[in-house]
C-alpha cells in the first residue's frame, strides 16, 4: 500500500511541475486531447496502463 501511495506521490508531483514550468503547453496538450477520437484516447490509456504495470513489476523484481 505505501509503494502505491509513493507512486501516486510522484505523479502528482511530476504533473504539478508541468503545469508549473509550462501551462501553456499543458493547455494546449489538453485541447488536443479533448479533439482527440475516443478510440485513440481509449488505446492510448491501455498502452499507458501496460506500460506501467510492465514498469511497477519490473521495478518489484
Request: net charge positive; aromatic share 4%.
Amino acid at each position: 500500500m505505501v509503494n502505491l501511495l509513493q507512486g501516486v506521490a510522484v505523479v502528482l508531483a511530476l504533473e504539478g511541475l508541468l503545469y508549473a514550468v509550462a501551462p501553456g503547453a499543458m493547455r494546449r496538450a489538453l485541447r488536443s486531447l479533448a479533439e482527440a477520437p475516443e478510440q485513440r484516447l481509449r488505446i492510448g490509456g491501455l498502452v499507458a496502463a501496460m506500460l506501467g504495470v510492465g514498469l511497477a513489476w519490473l521495478l518489484k523484481g
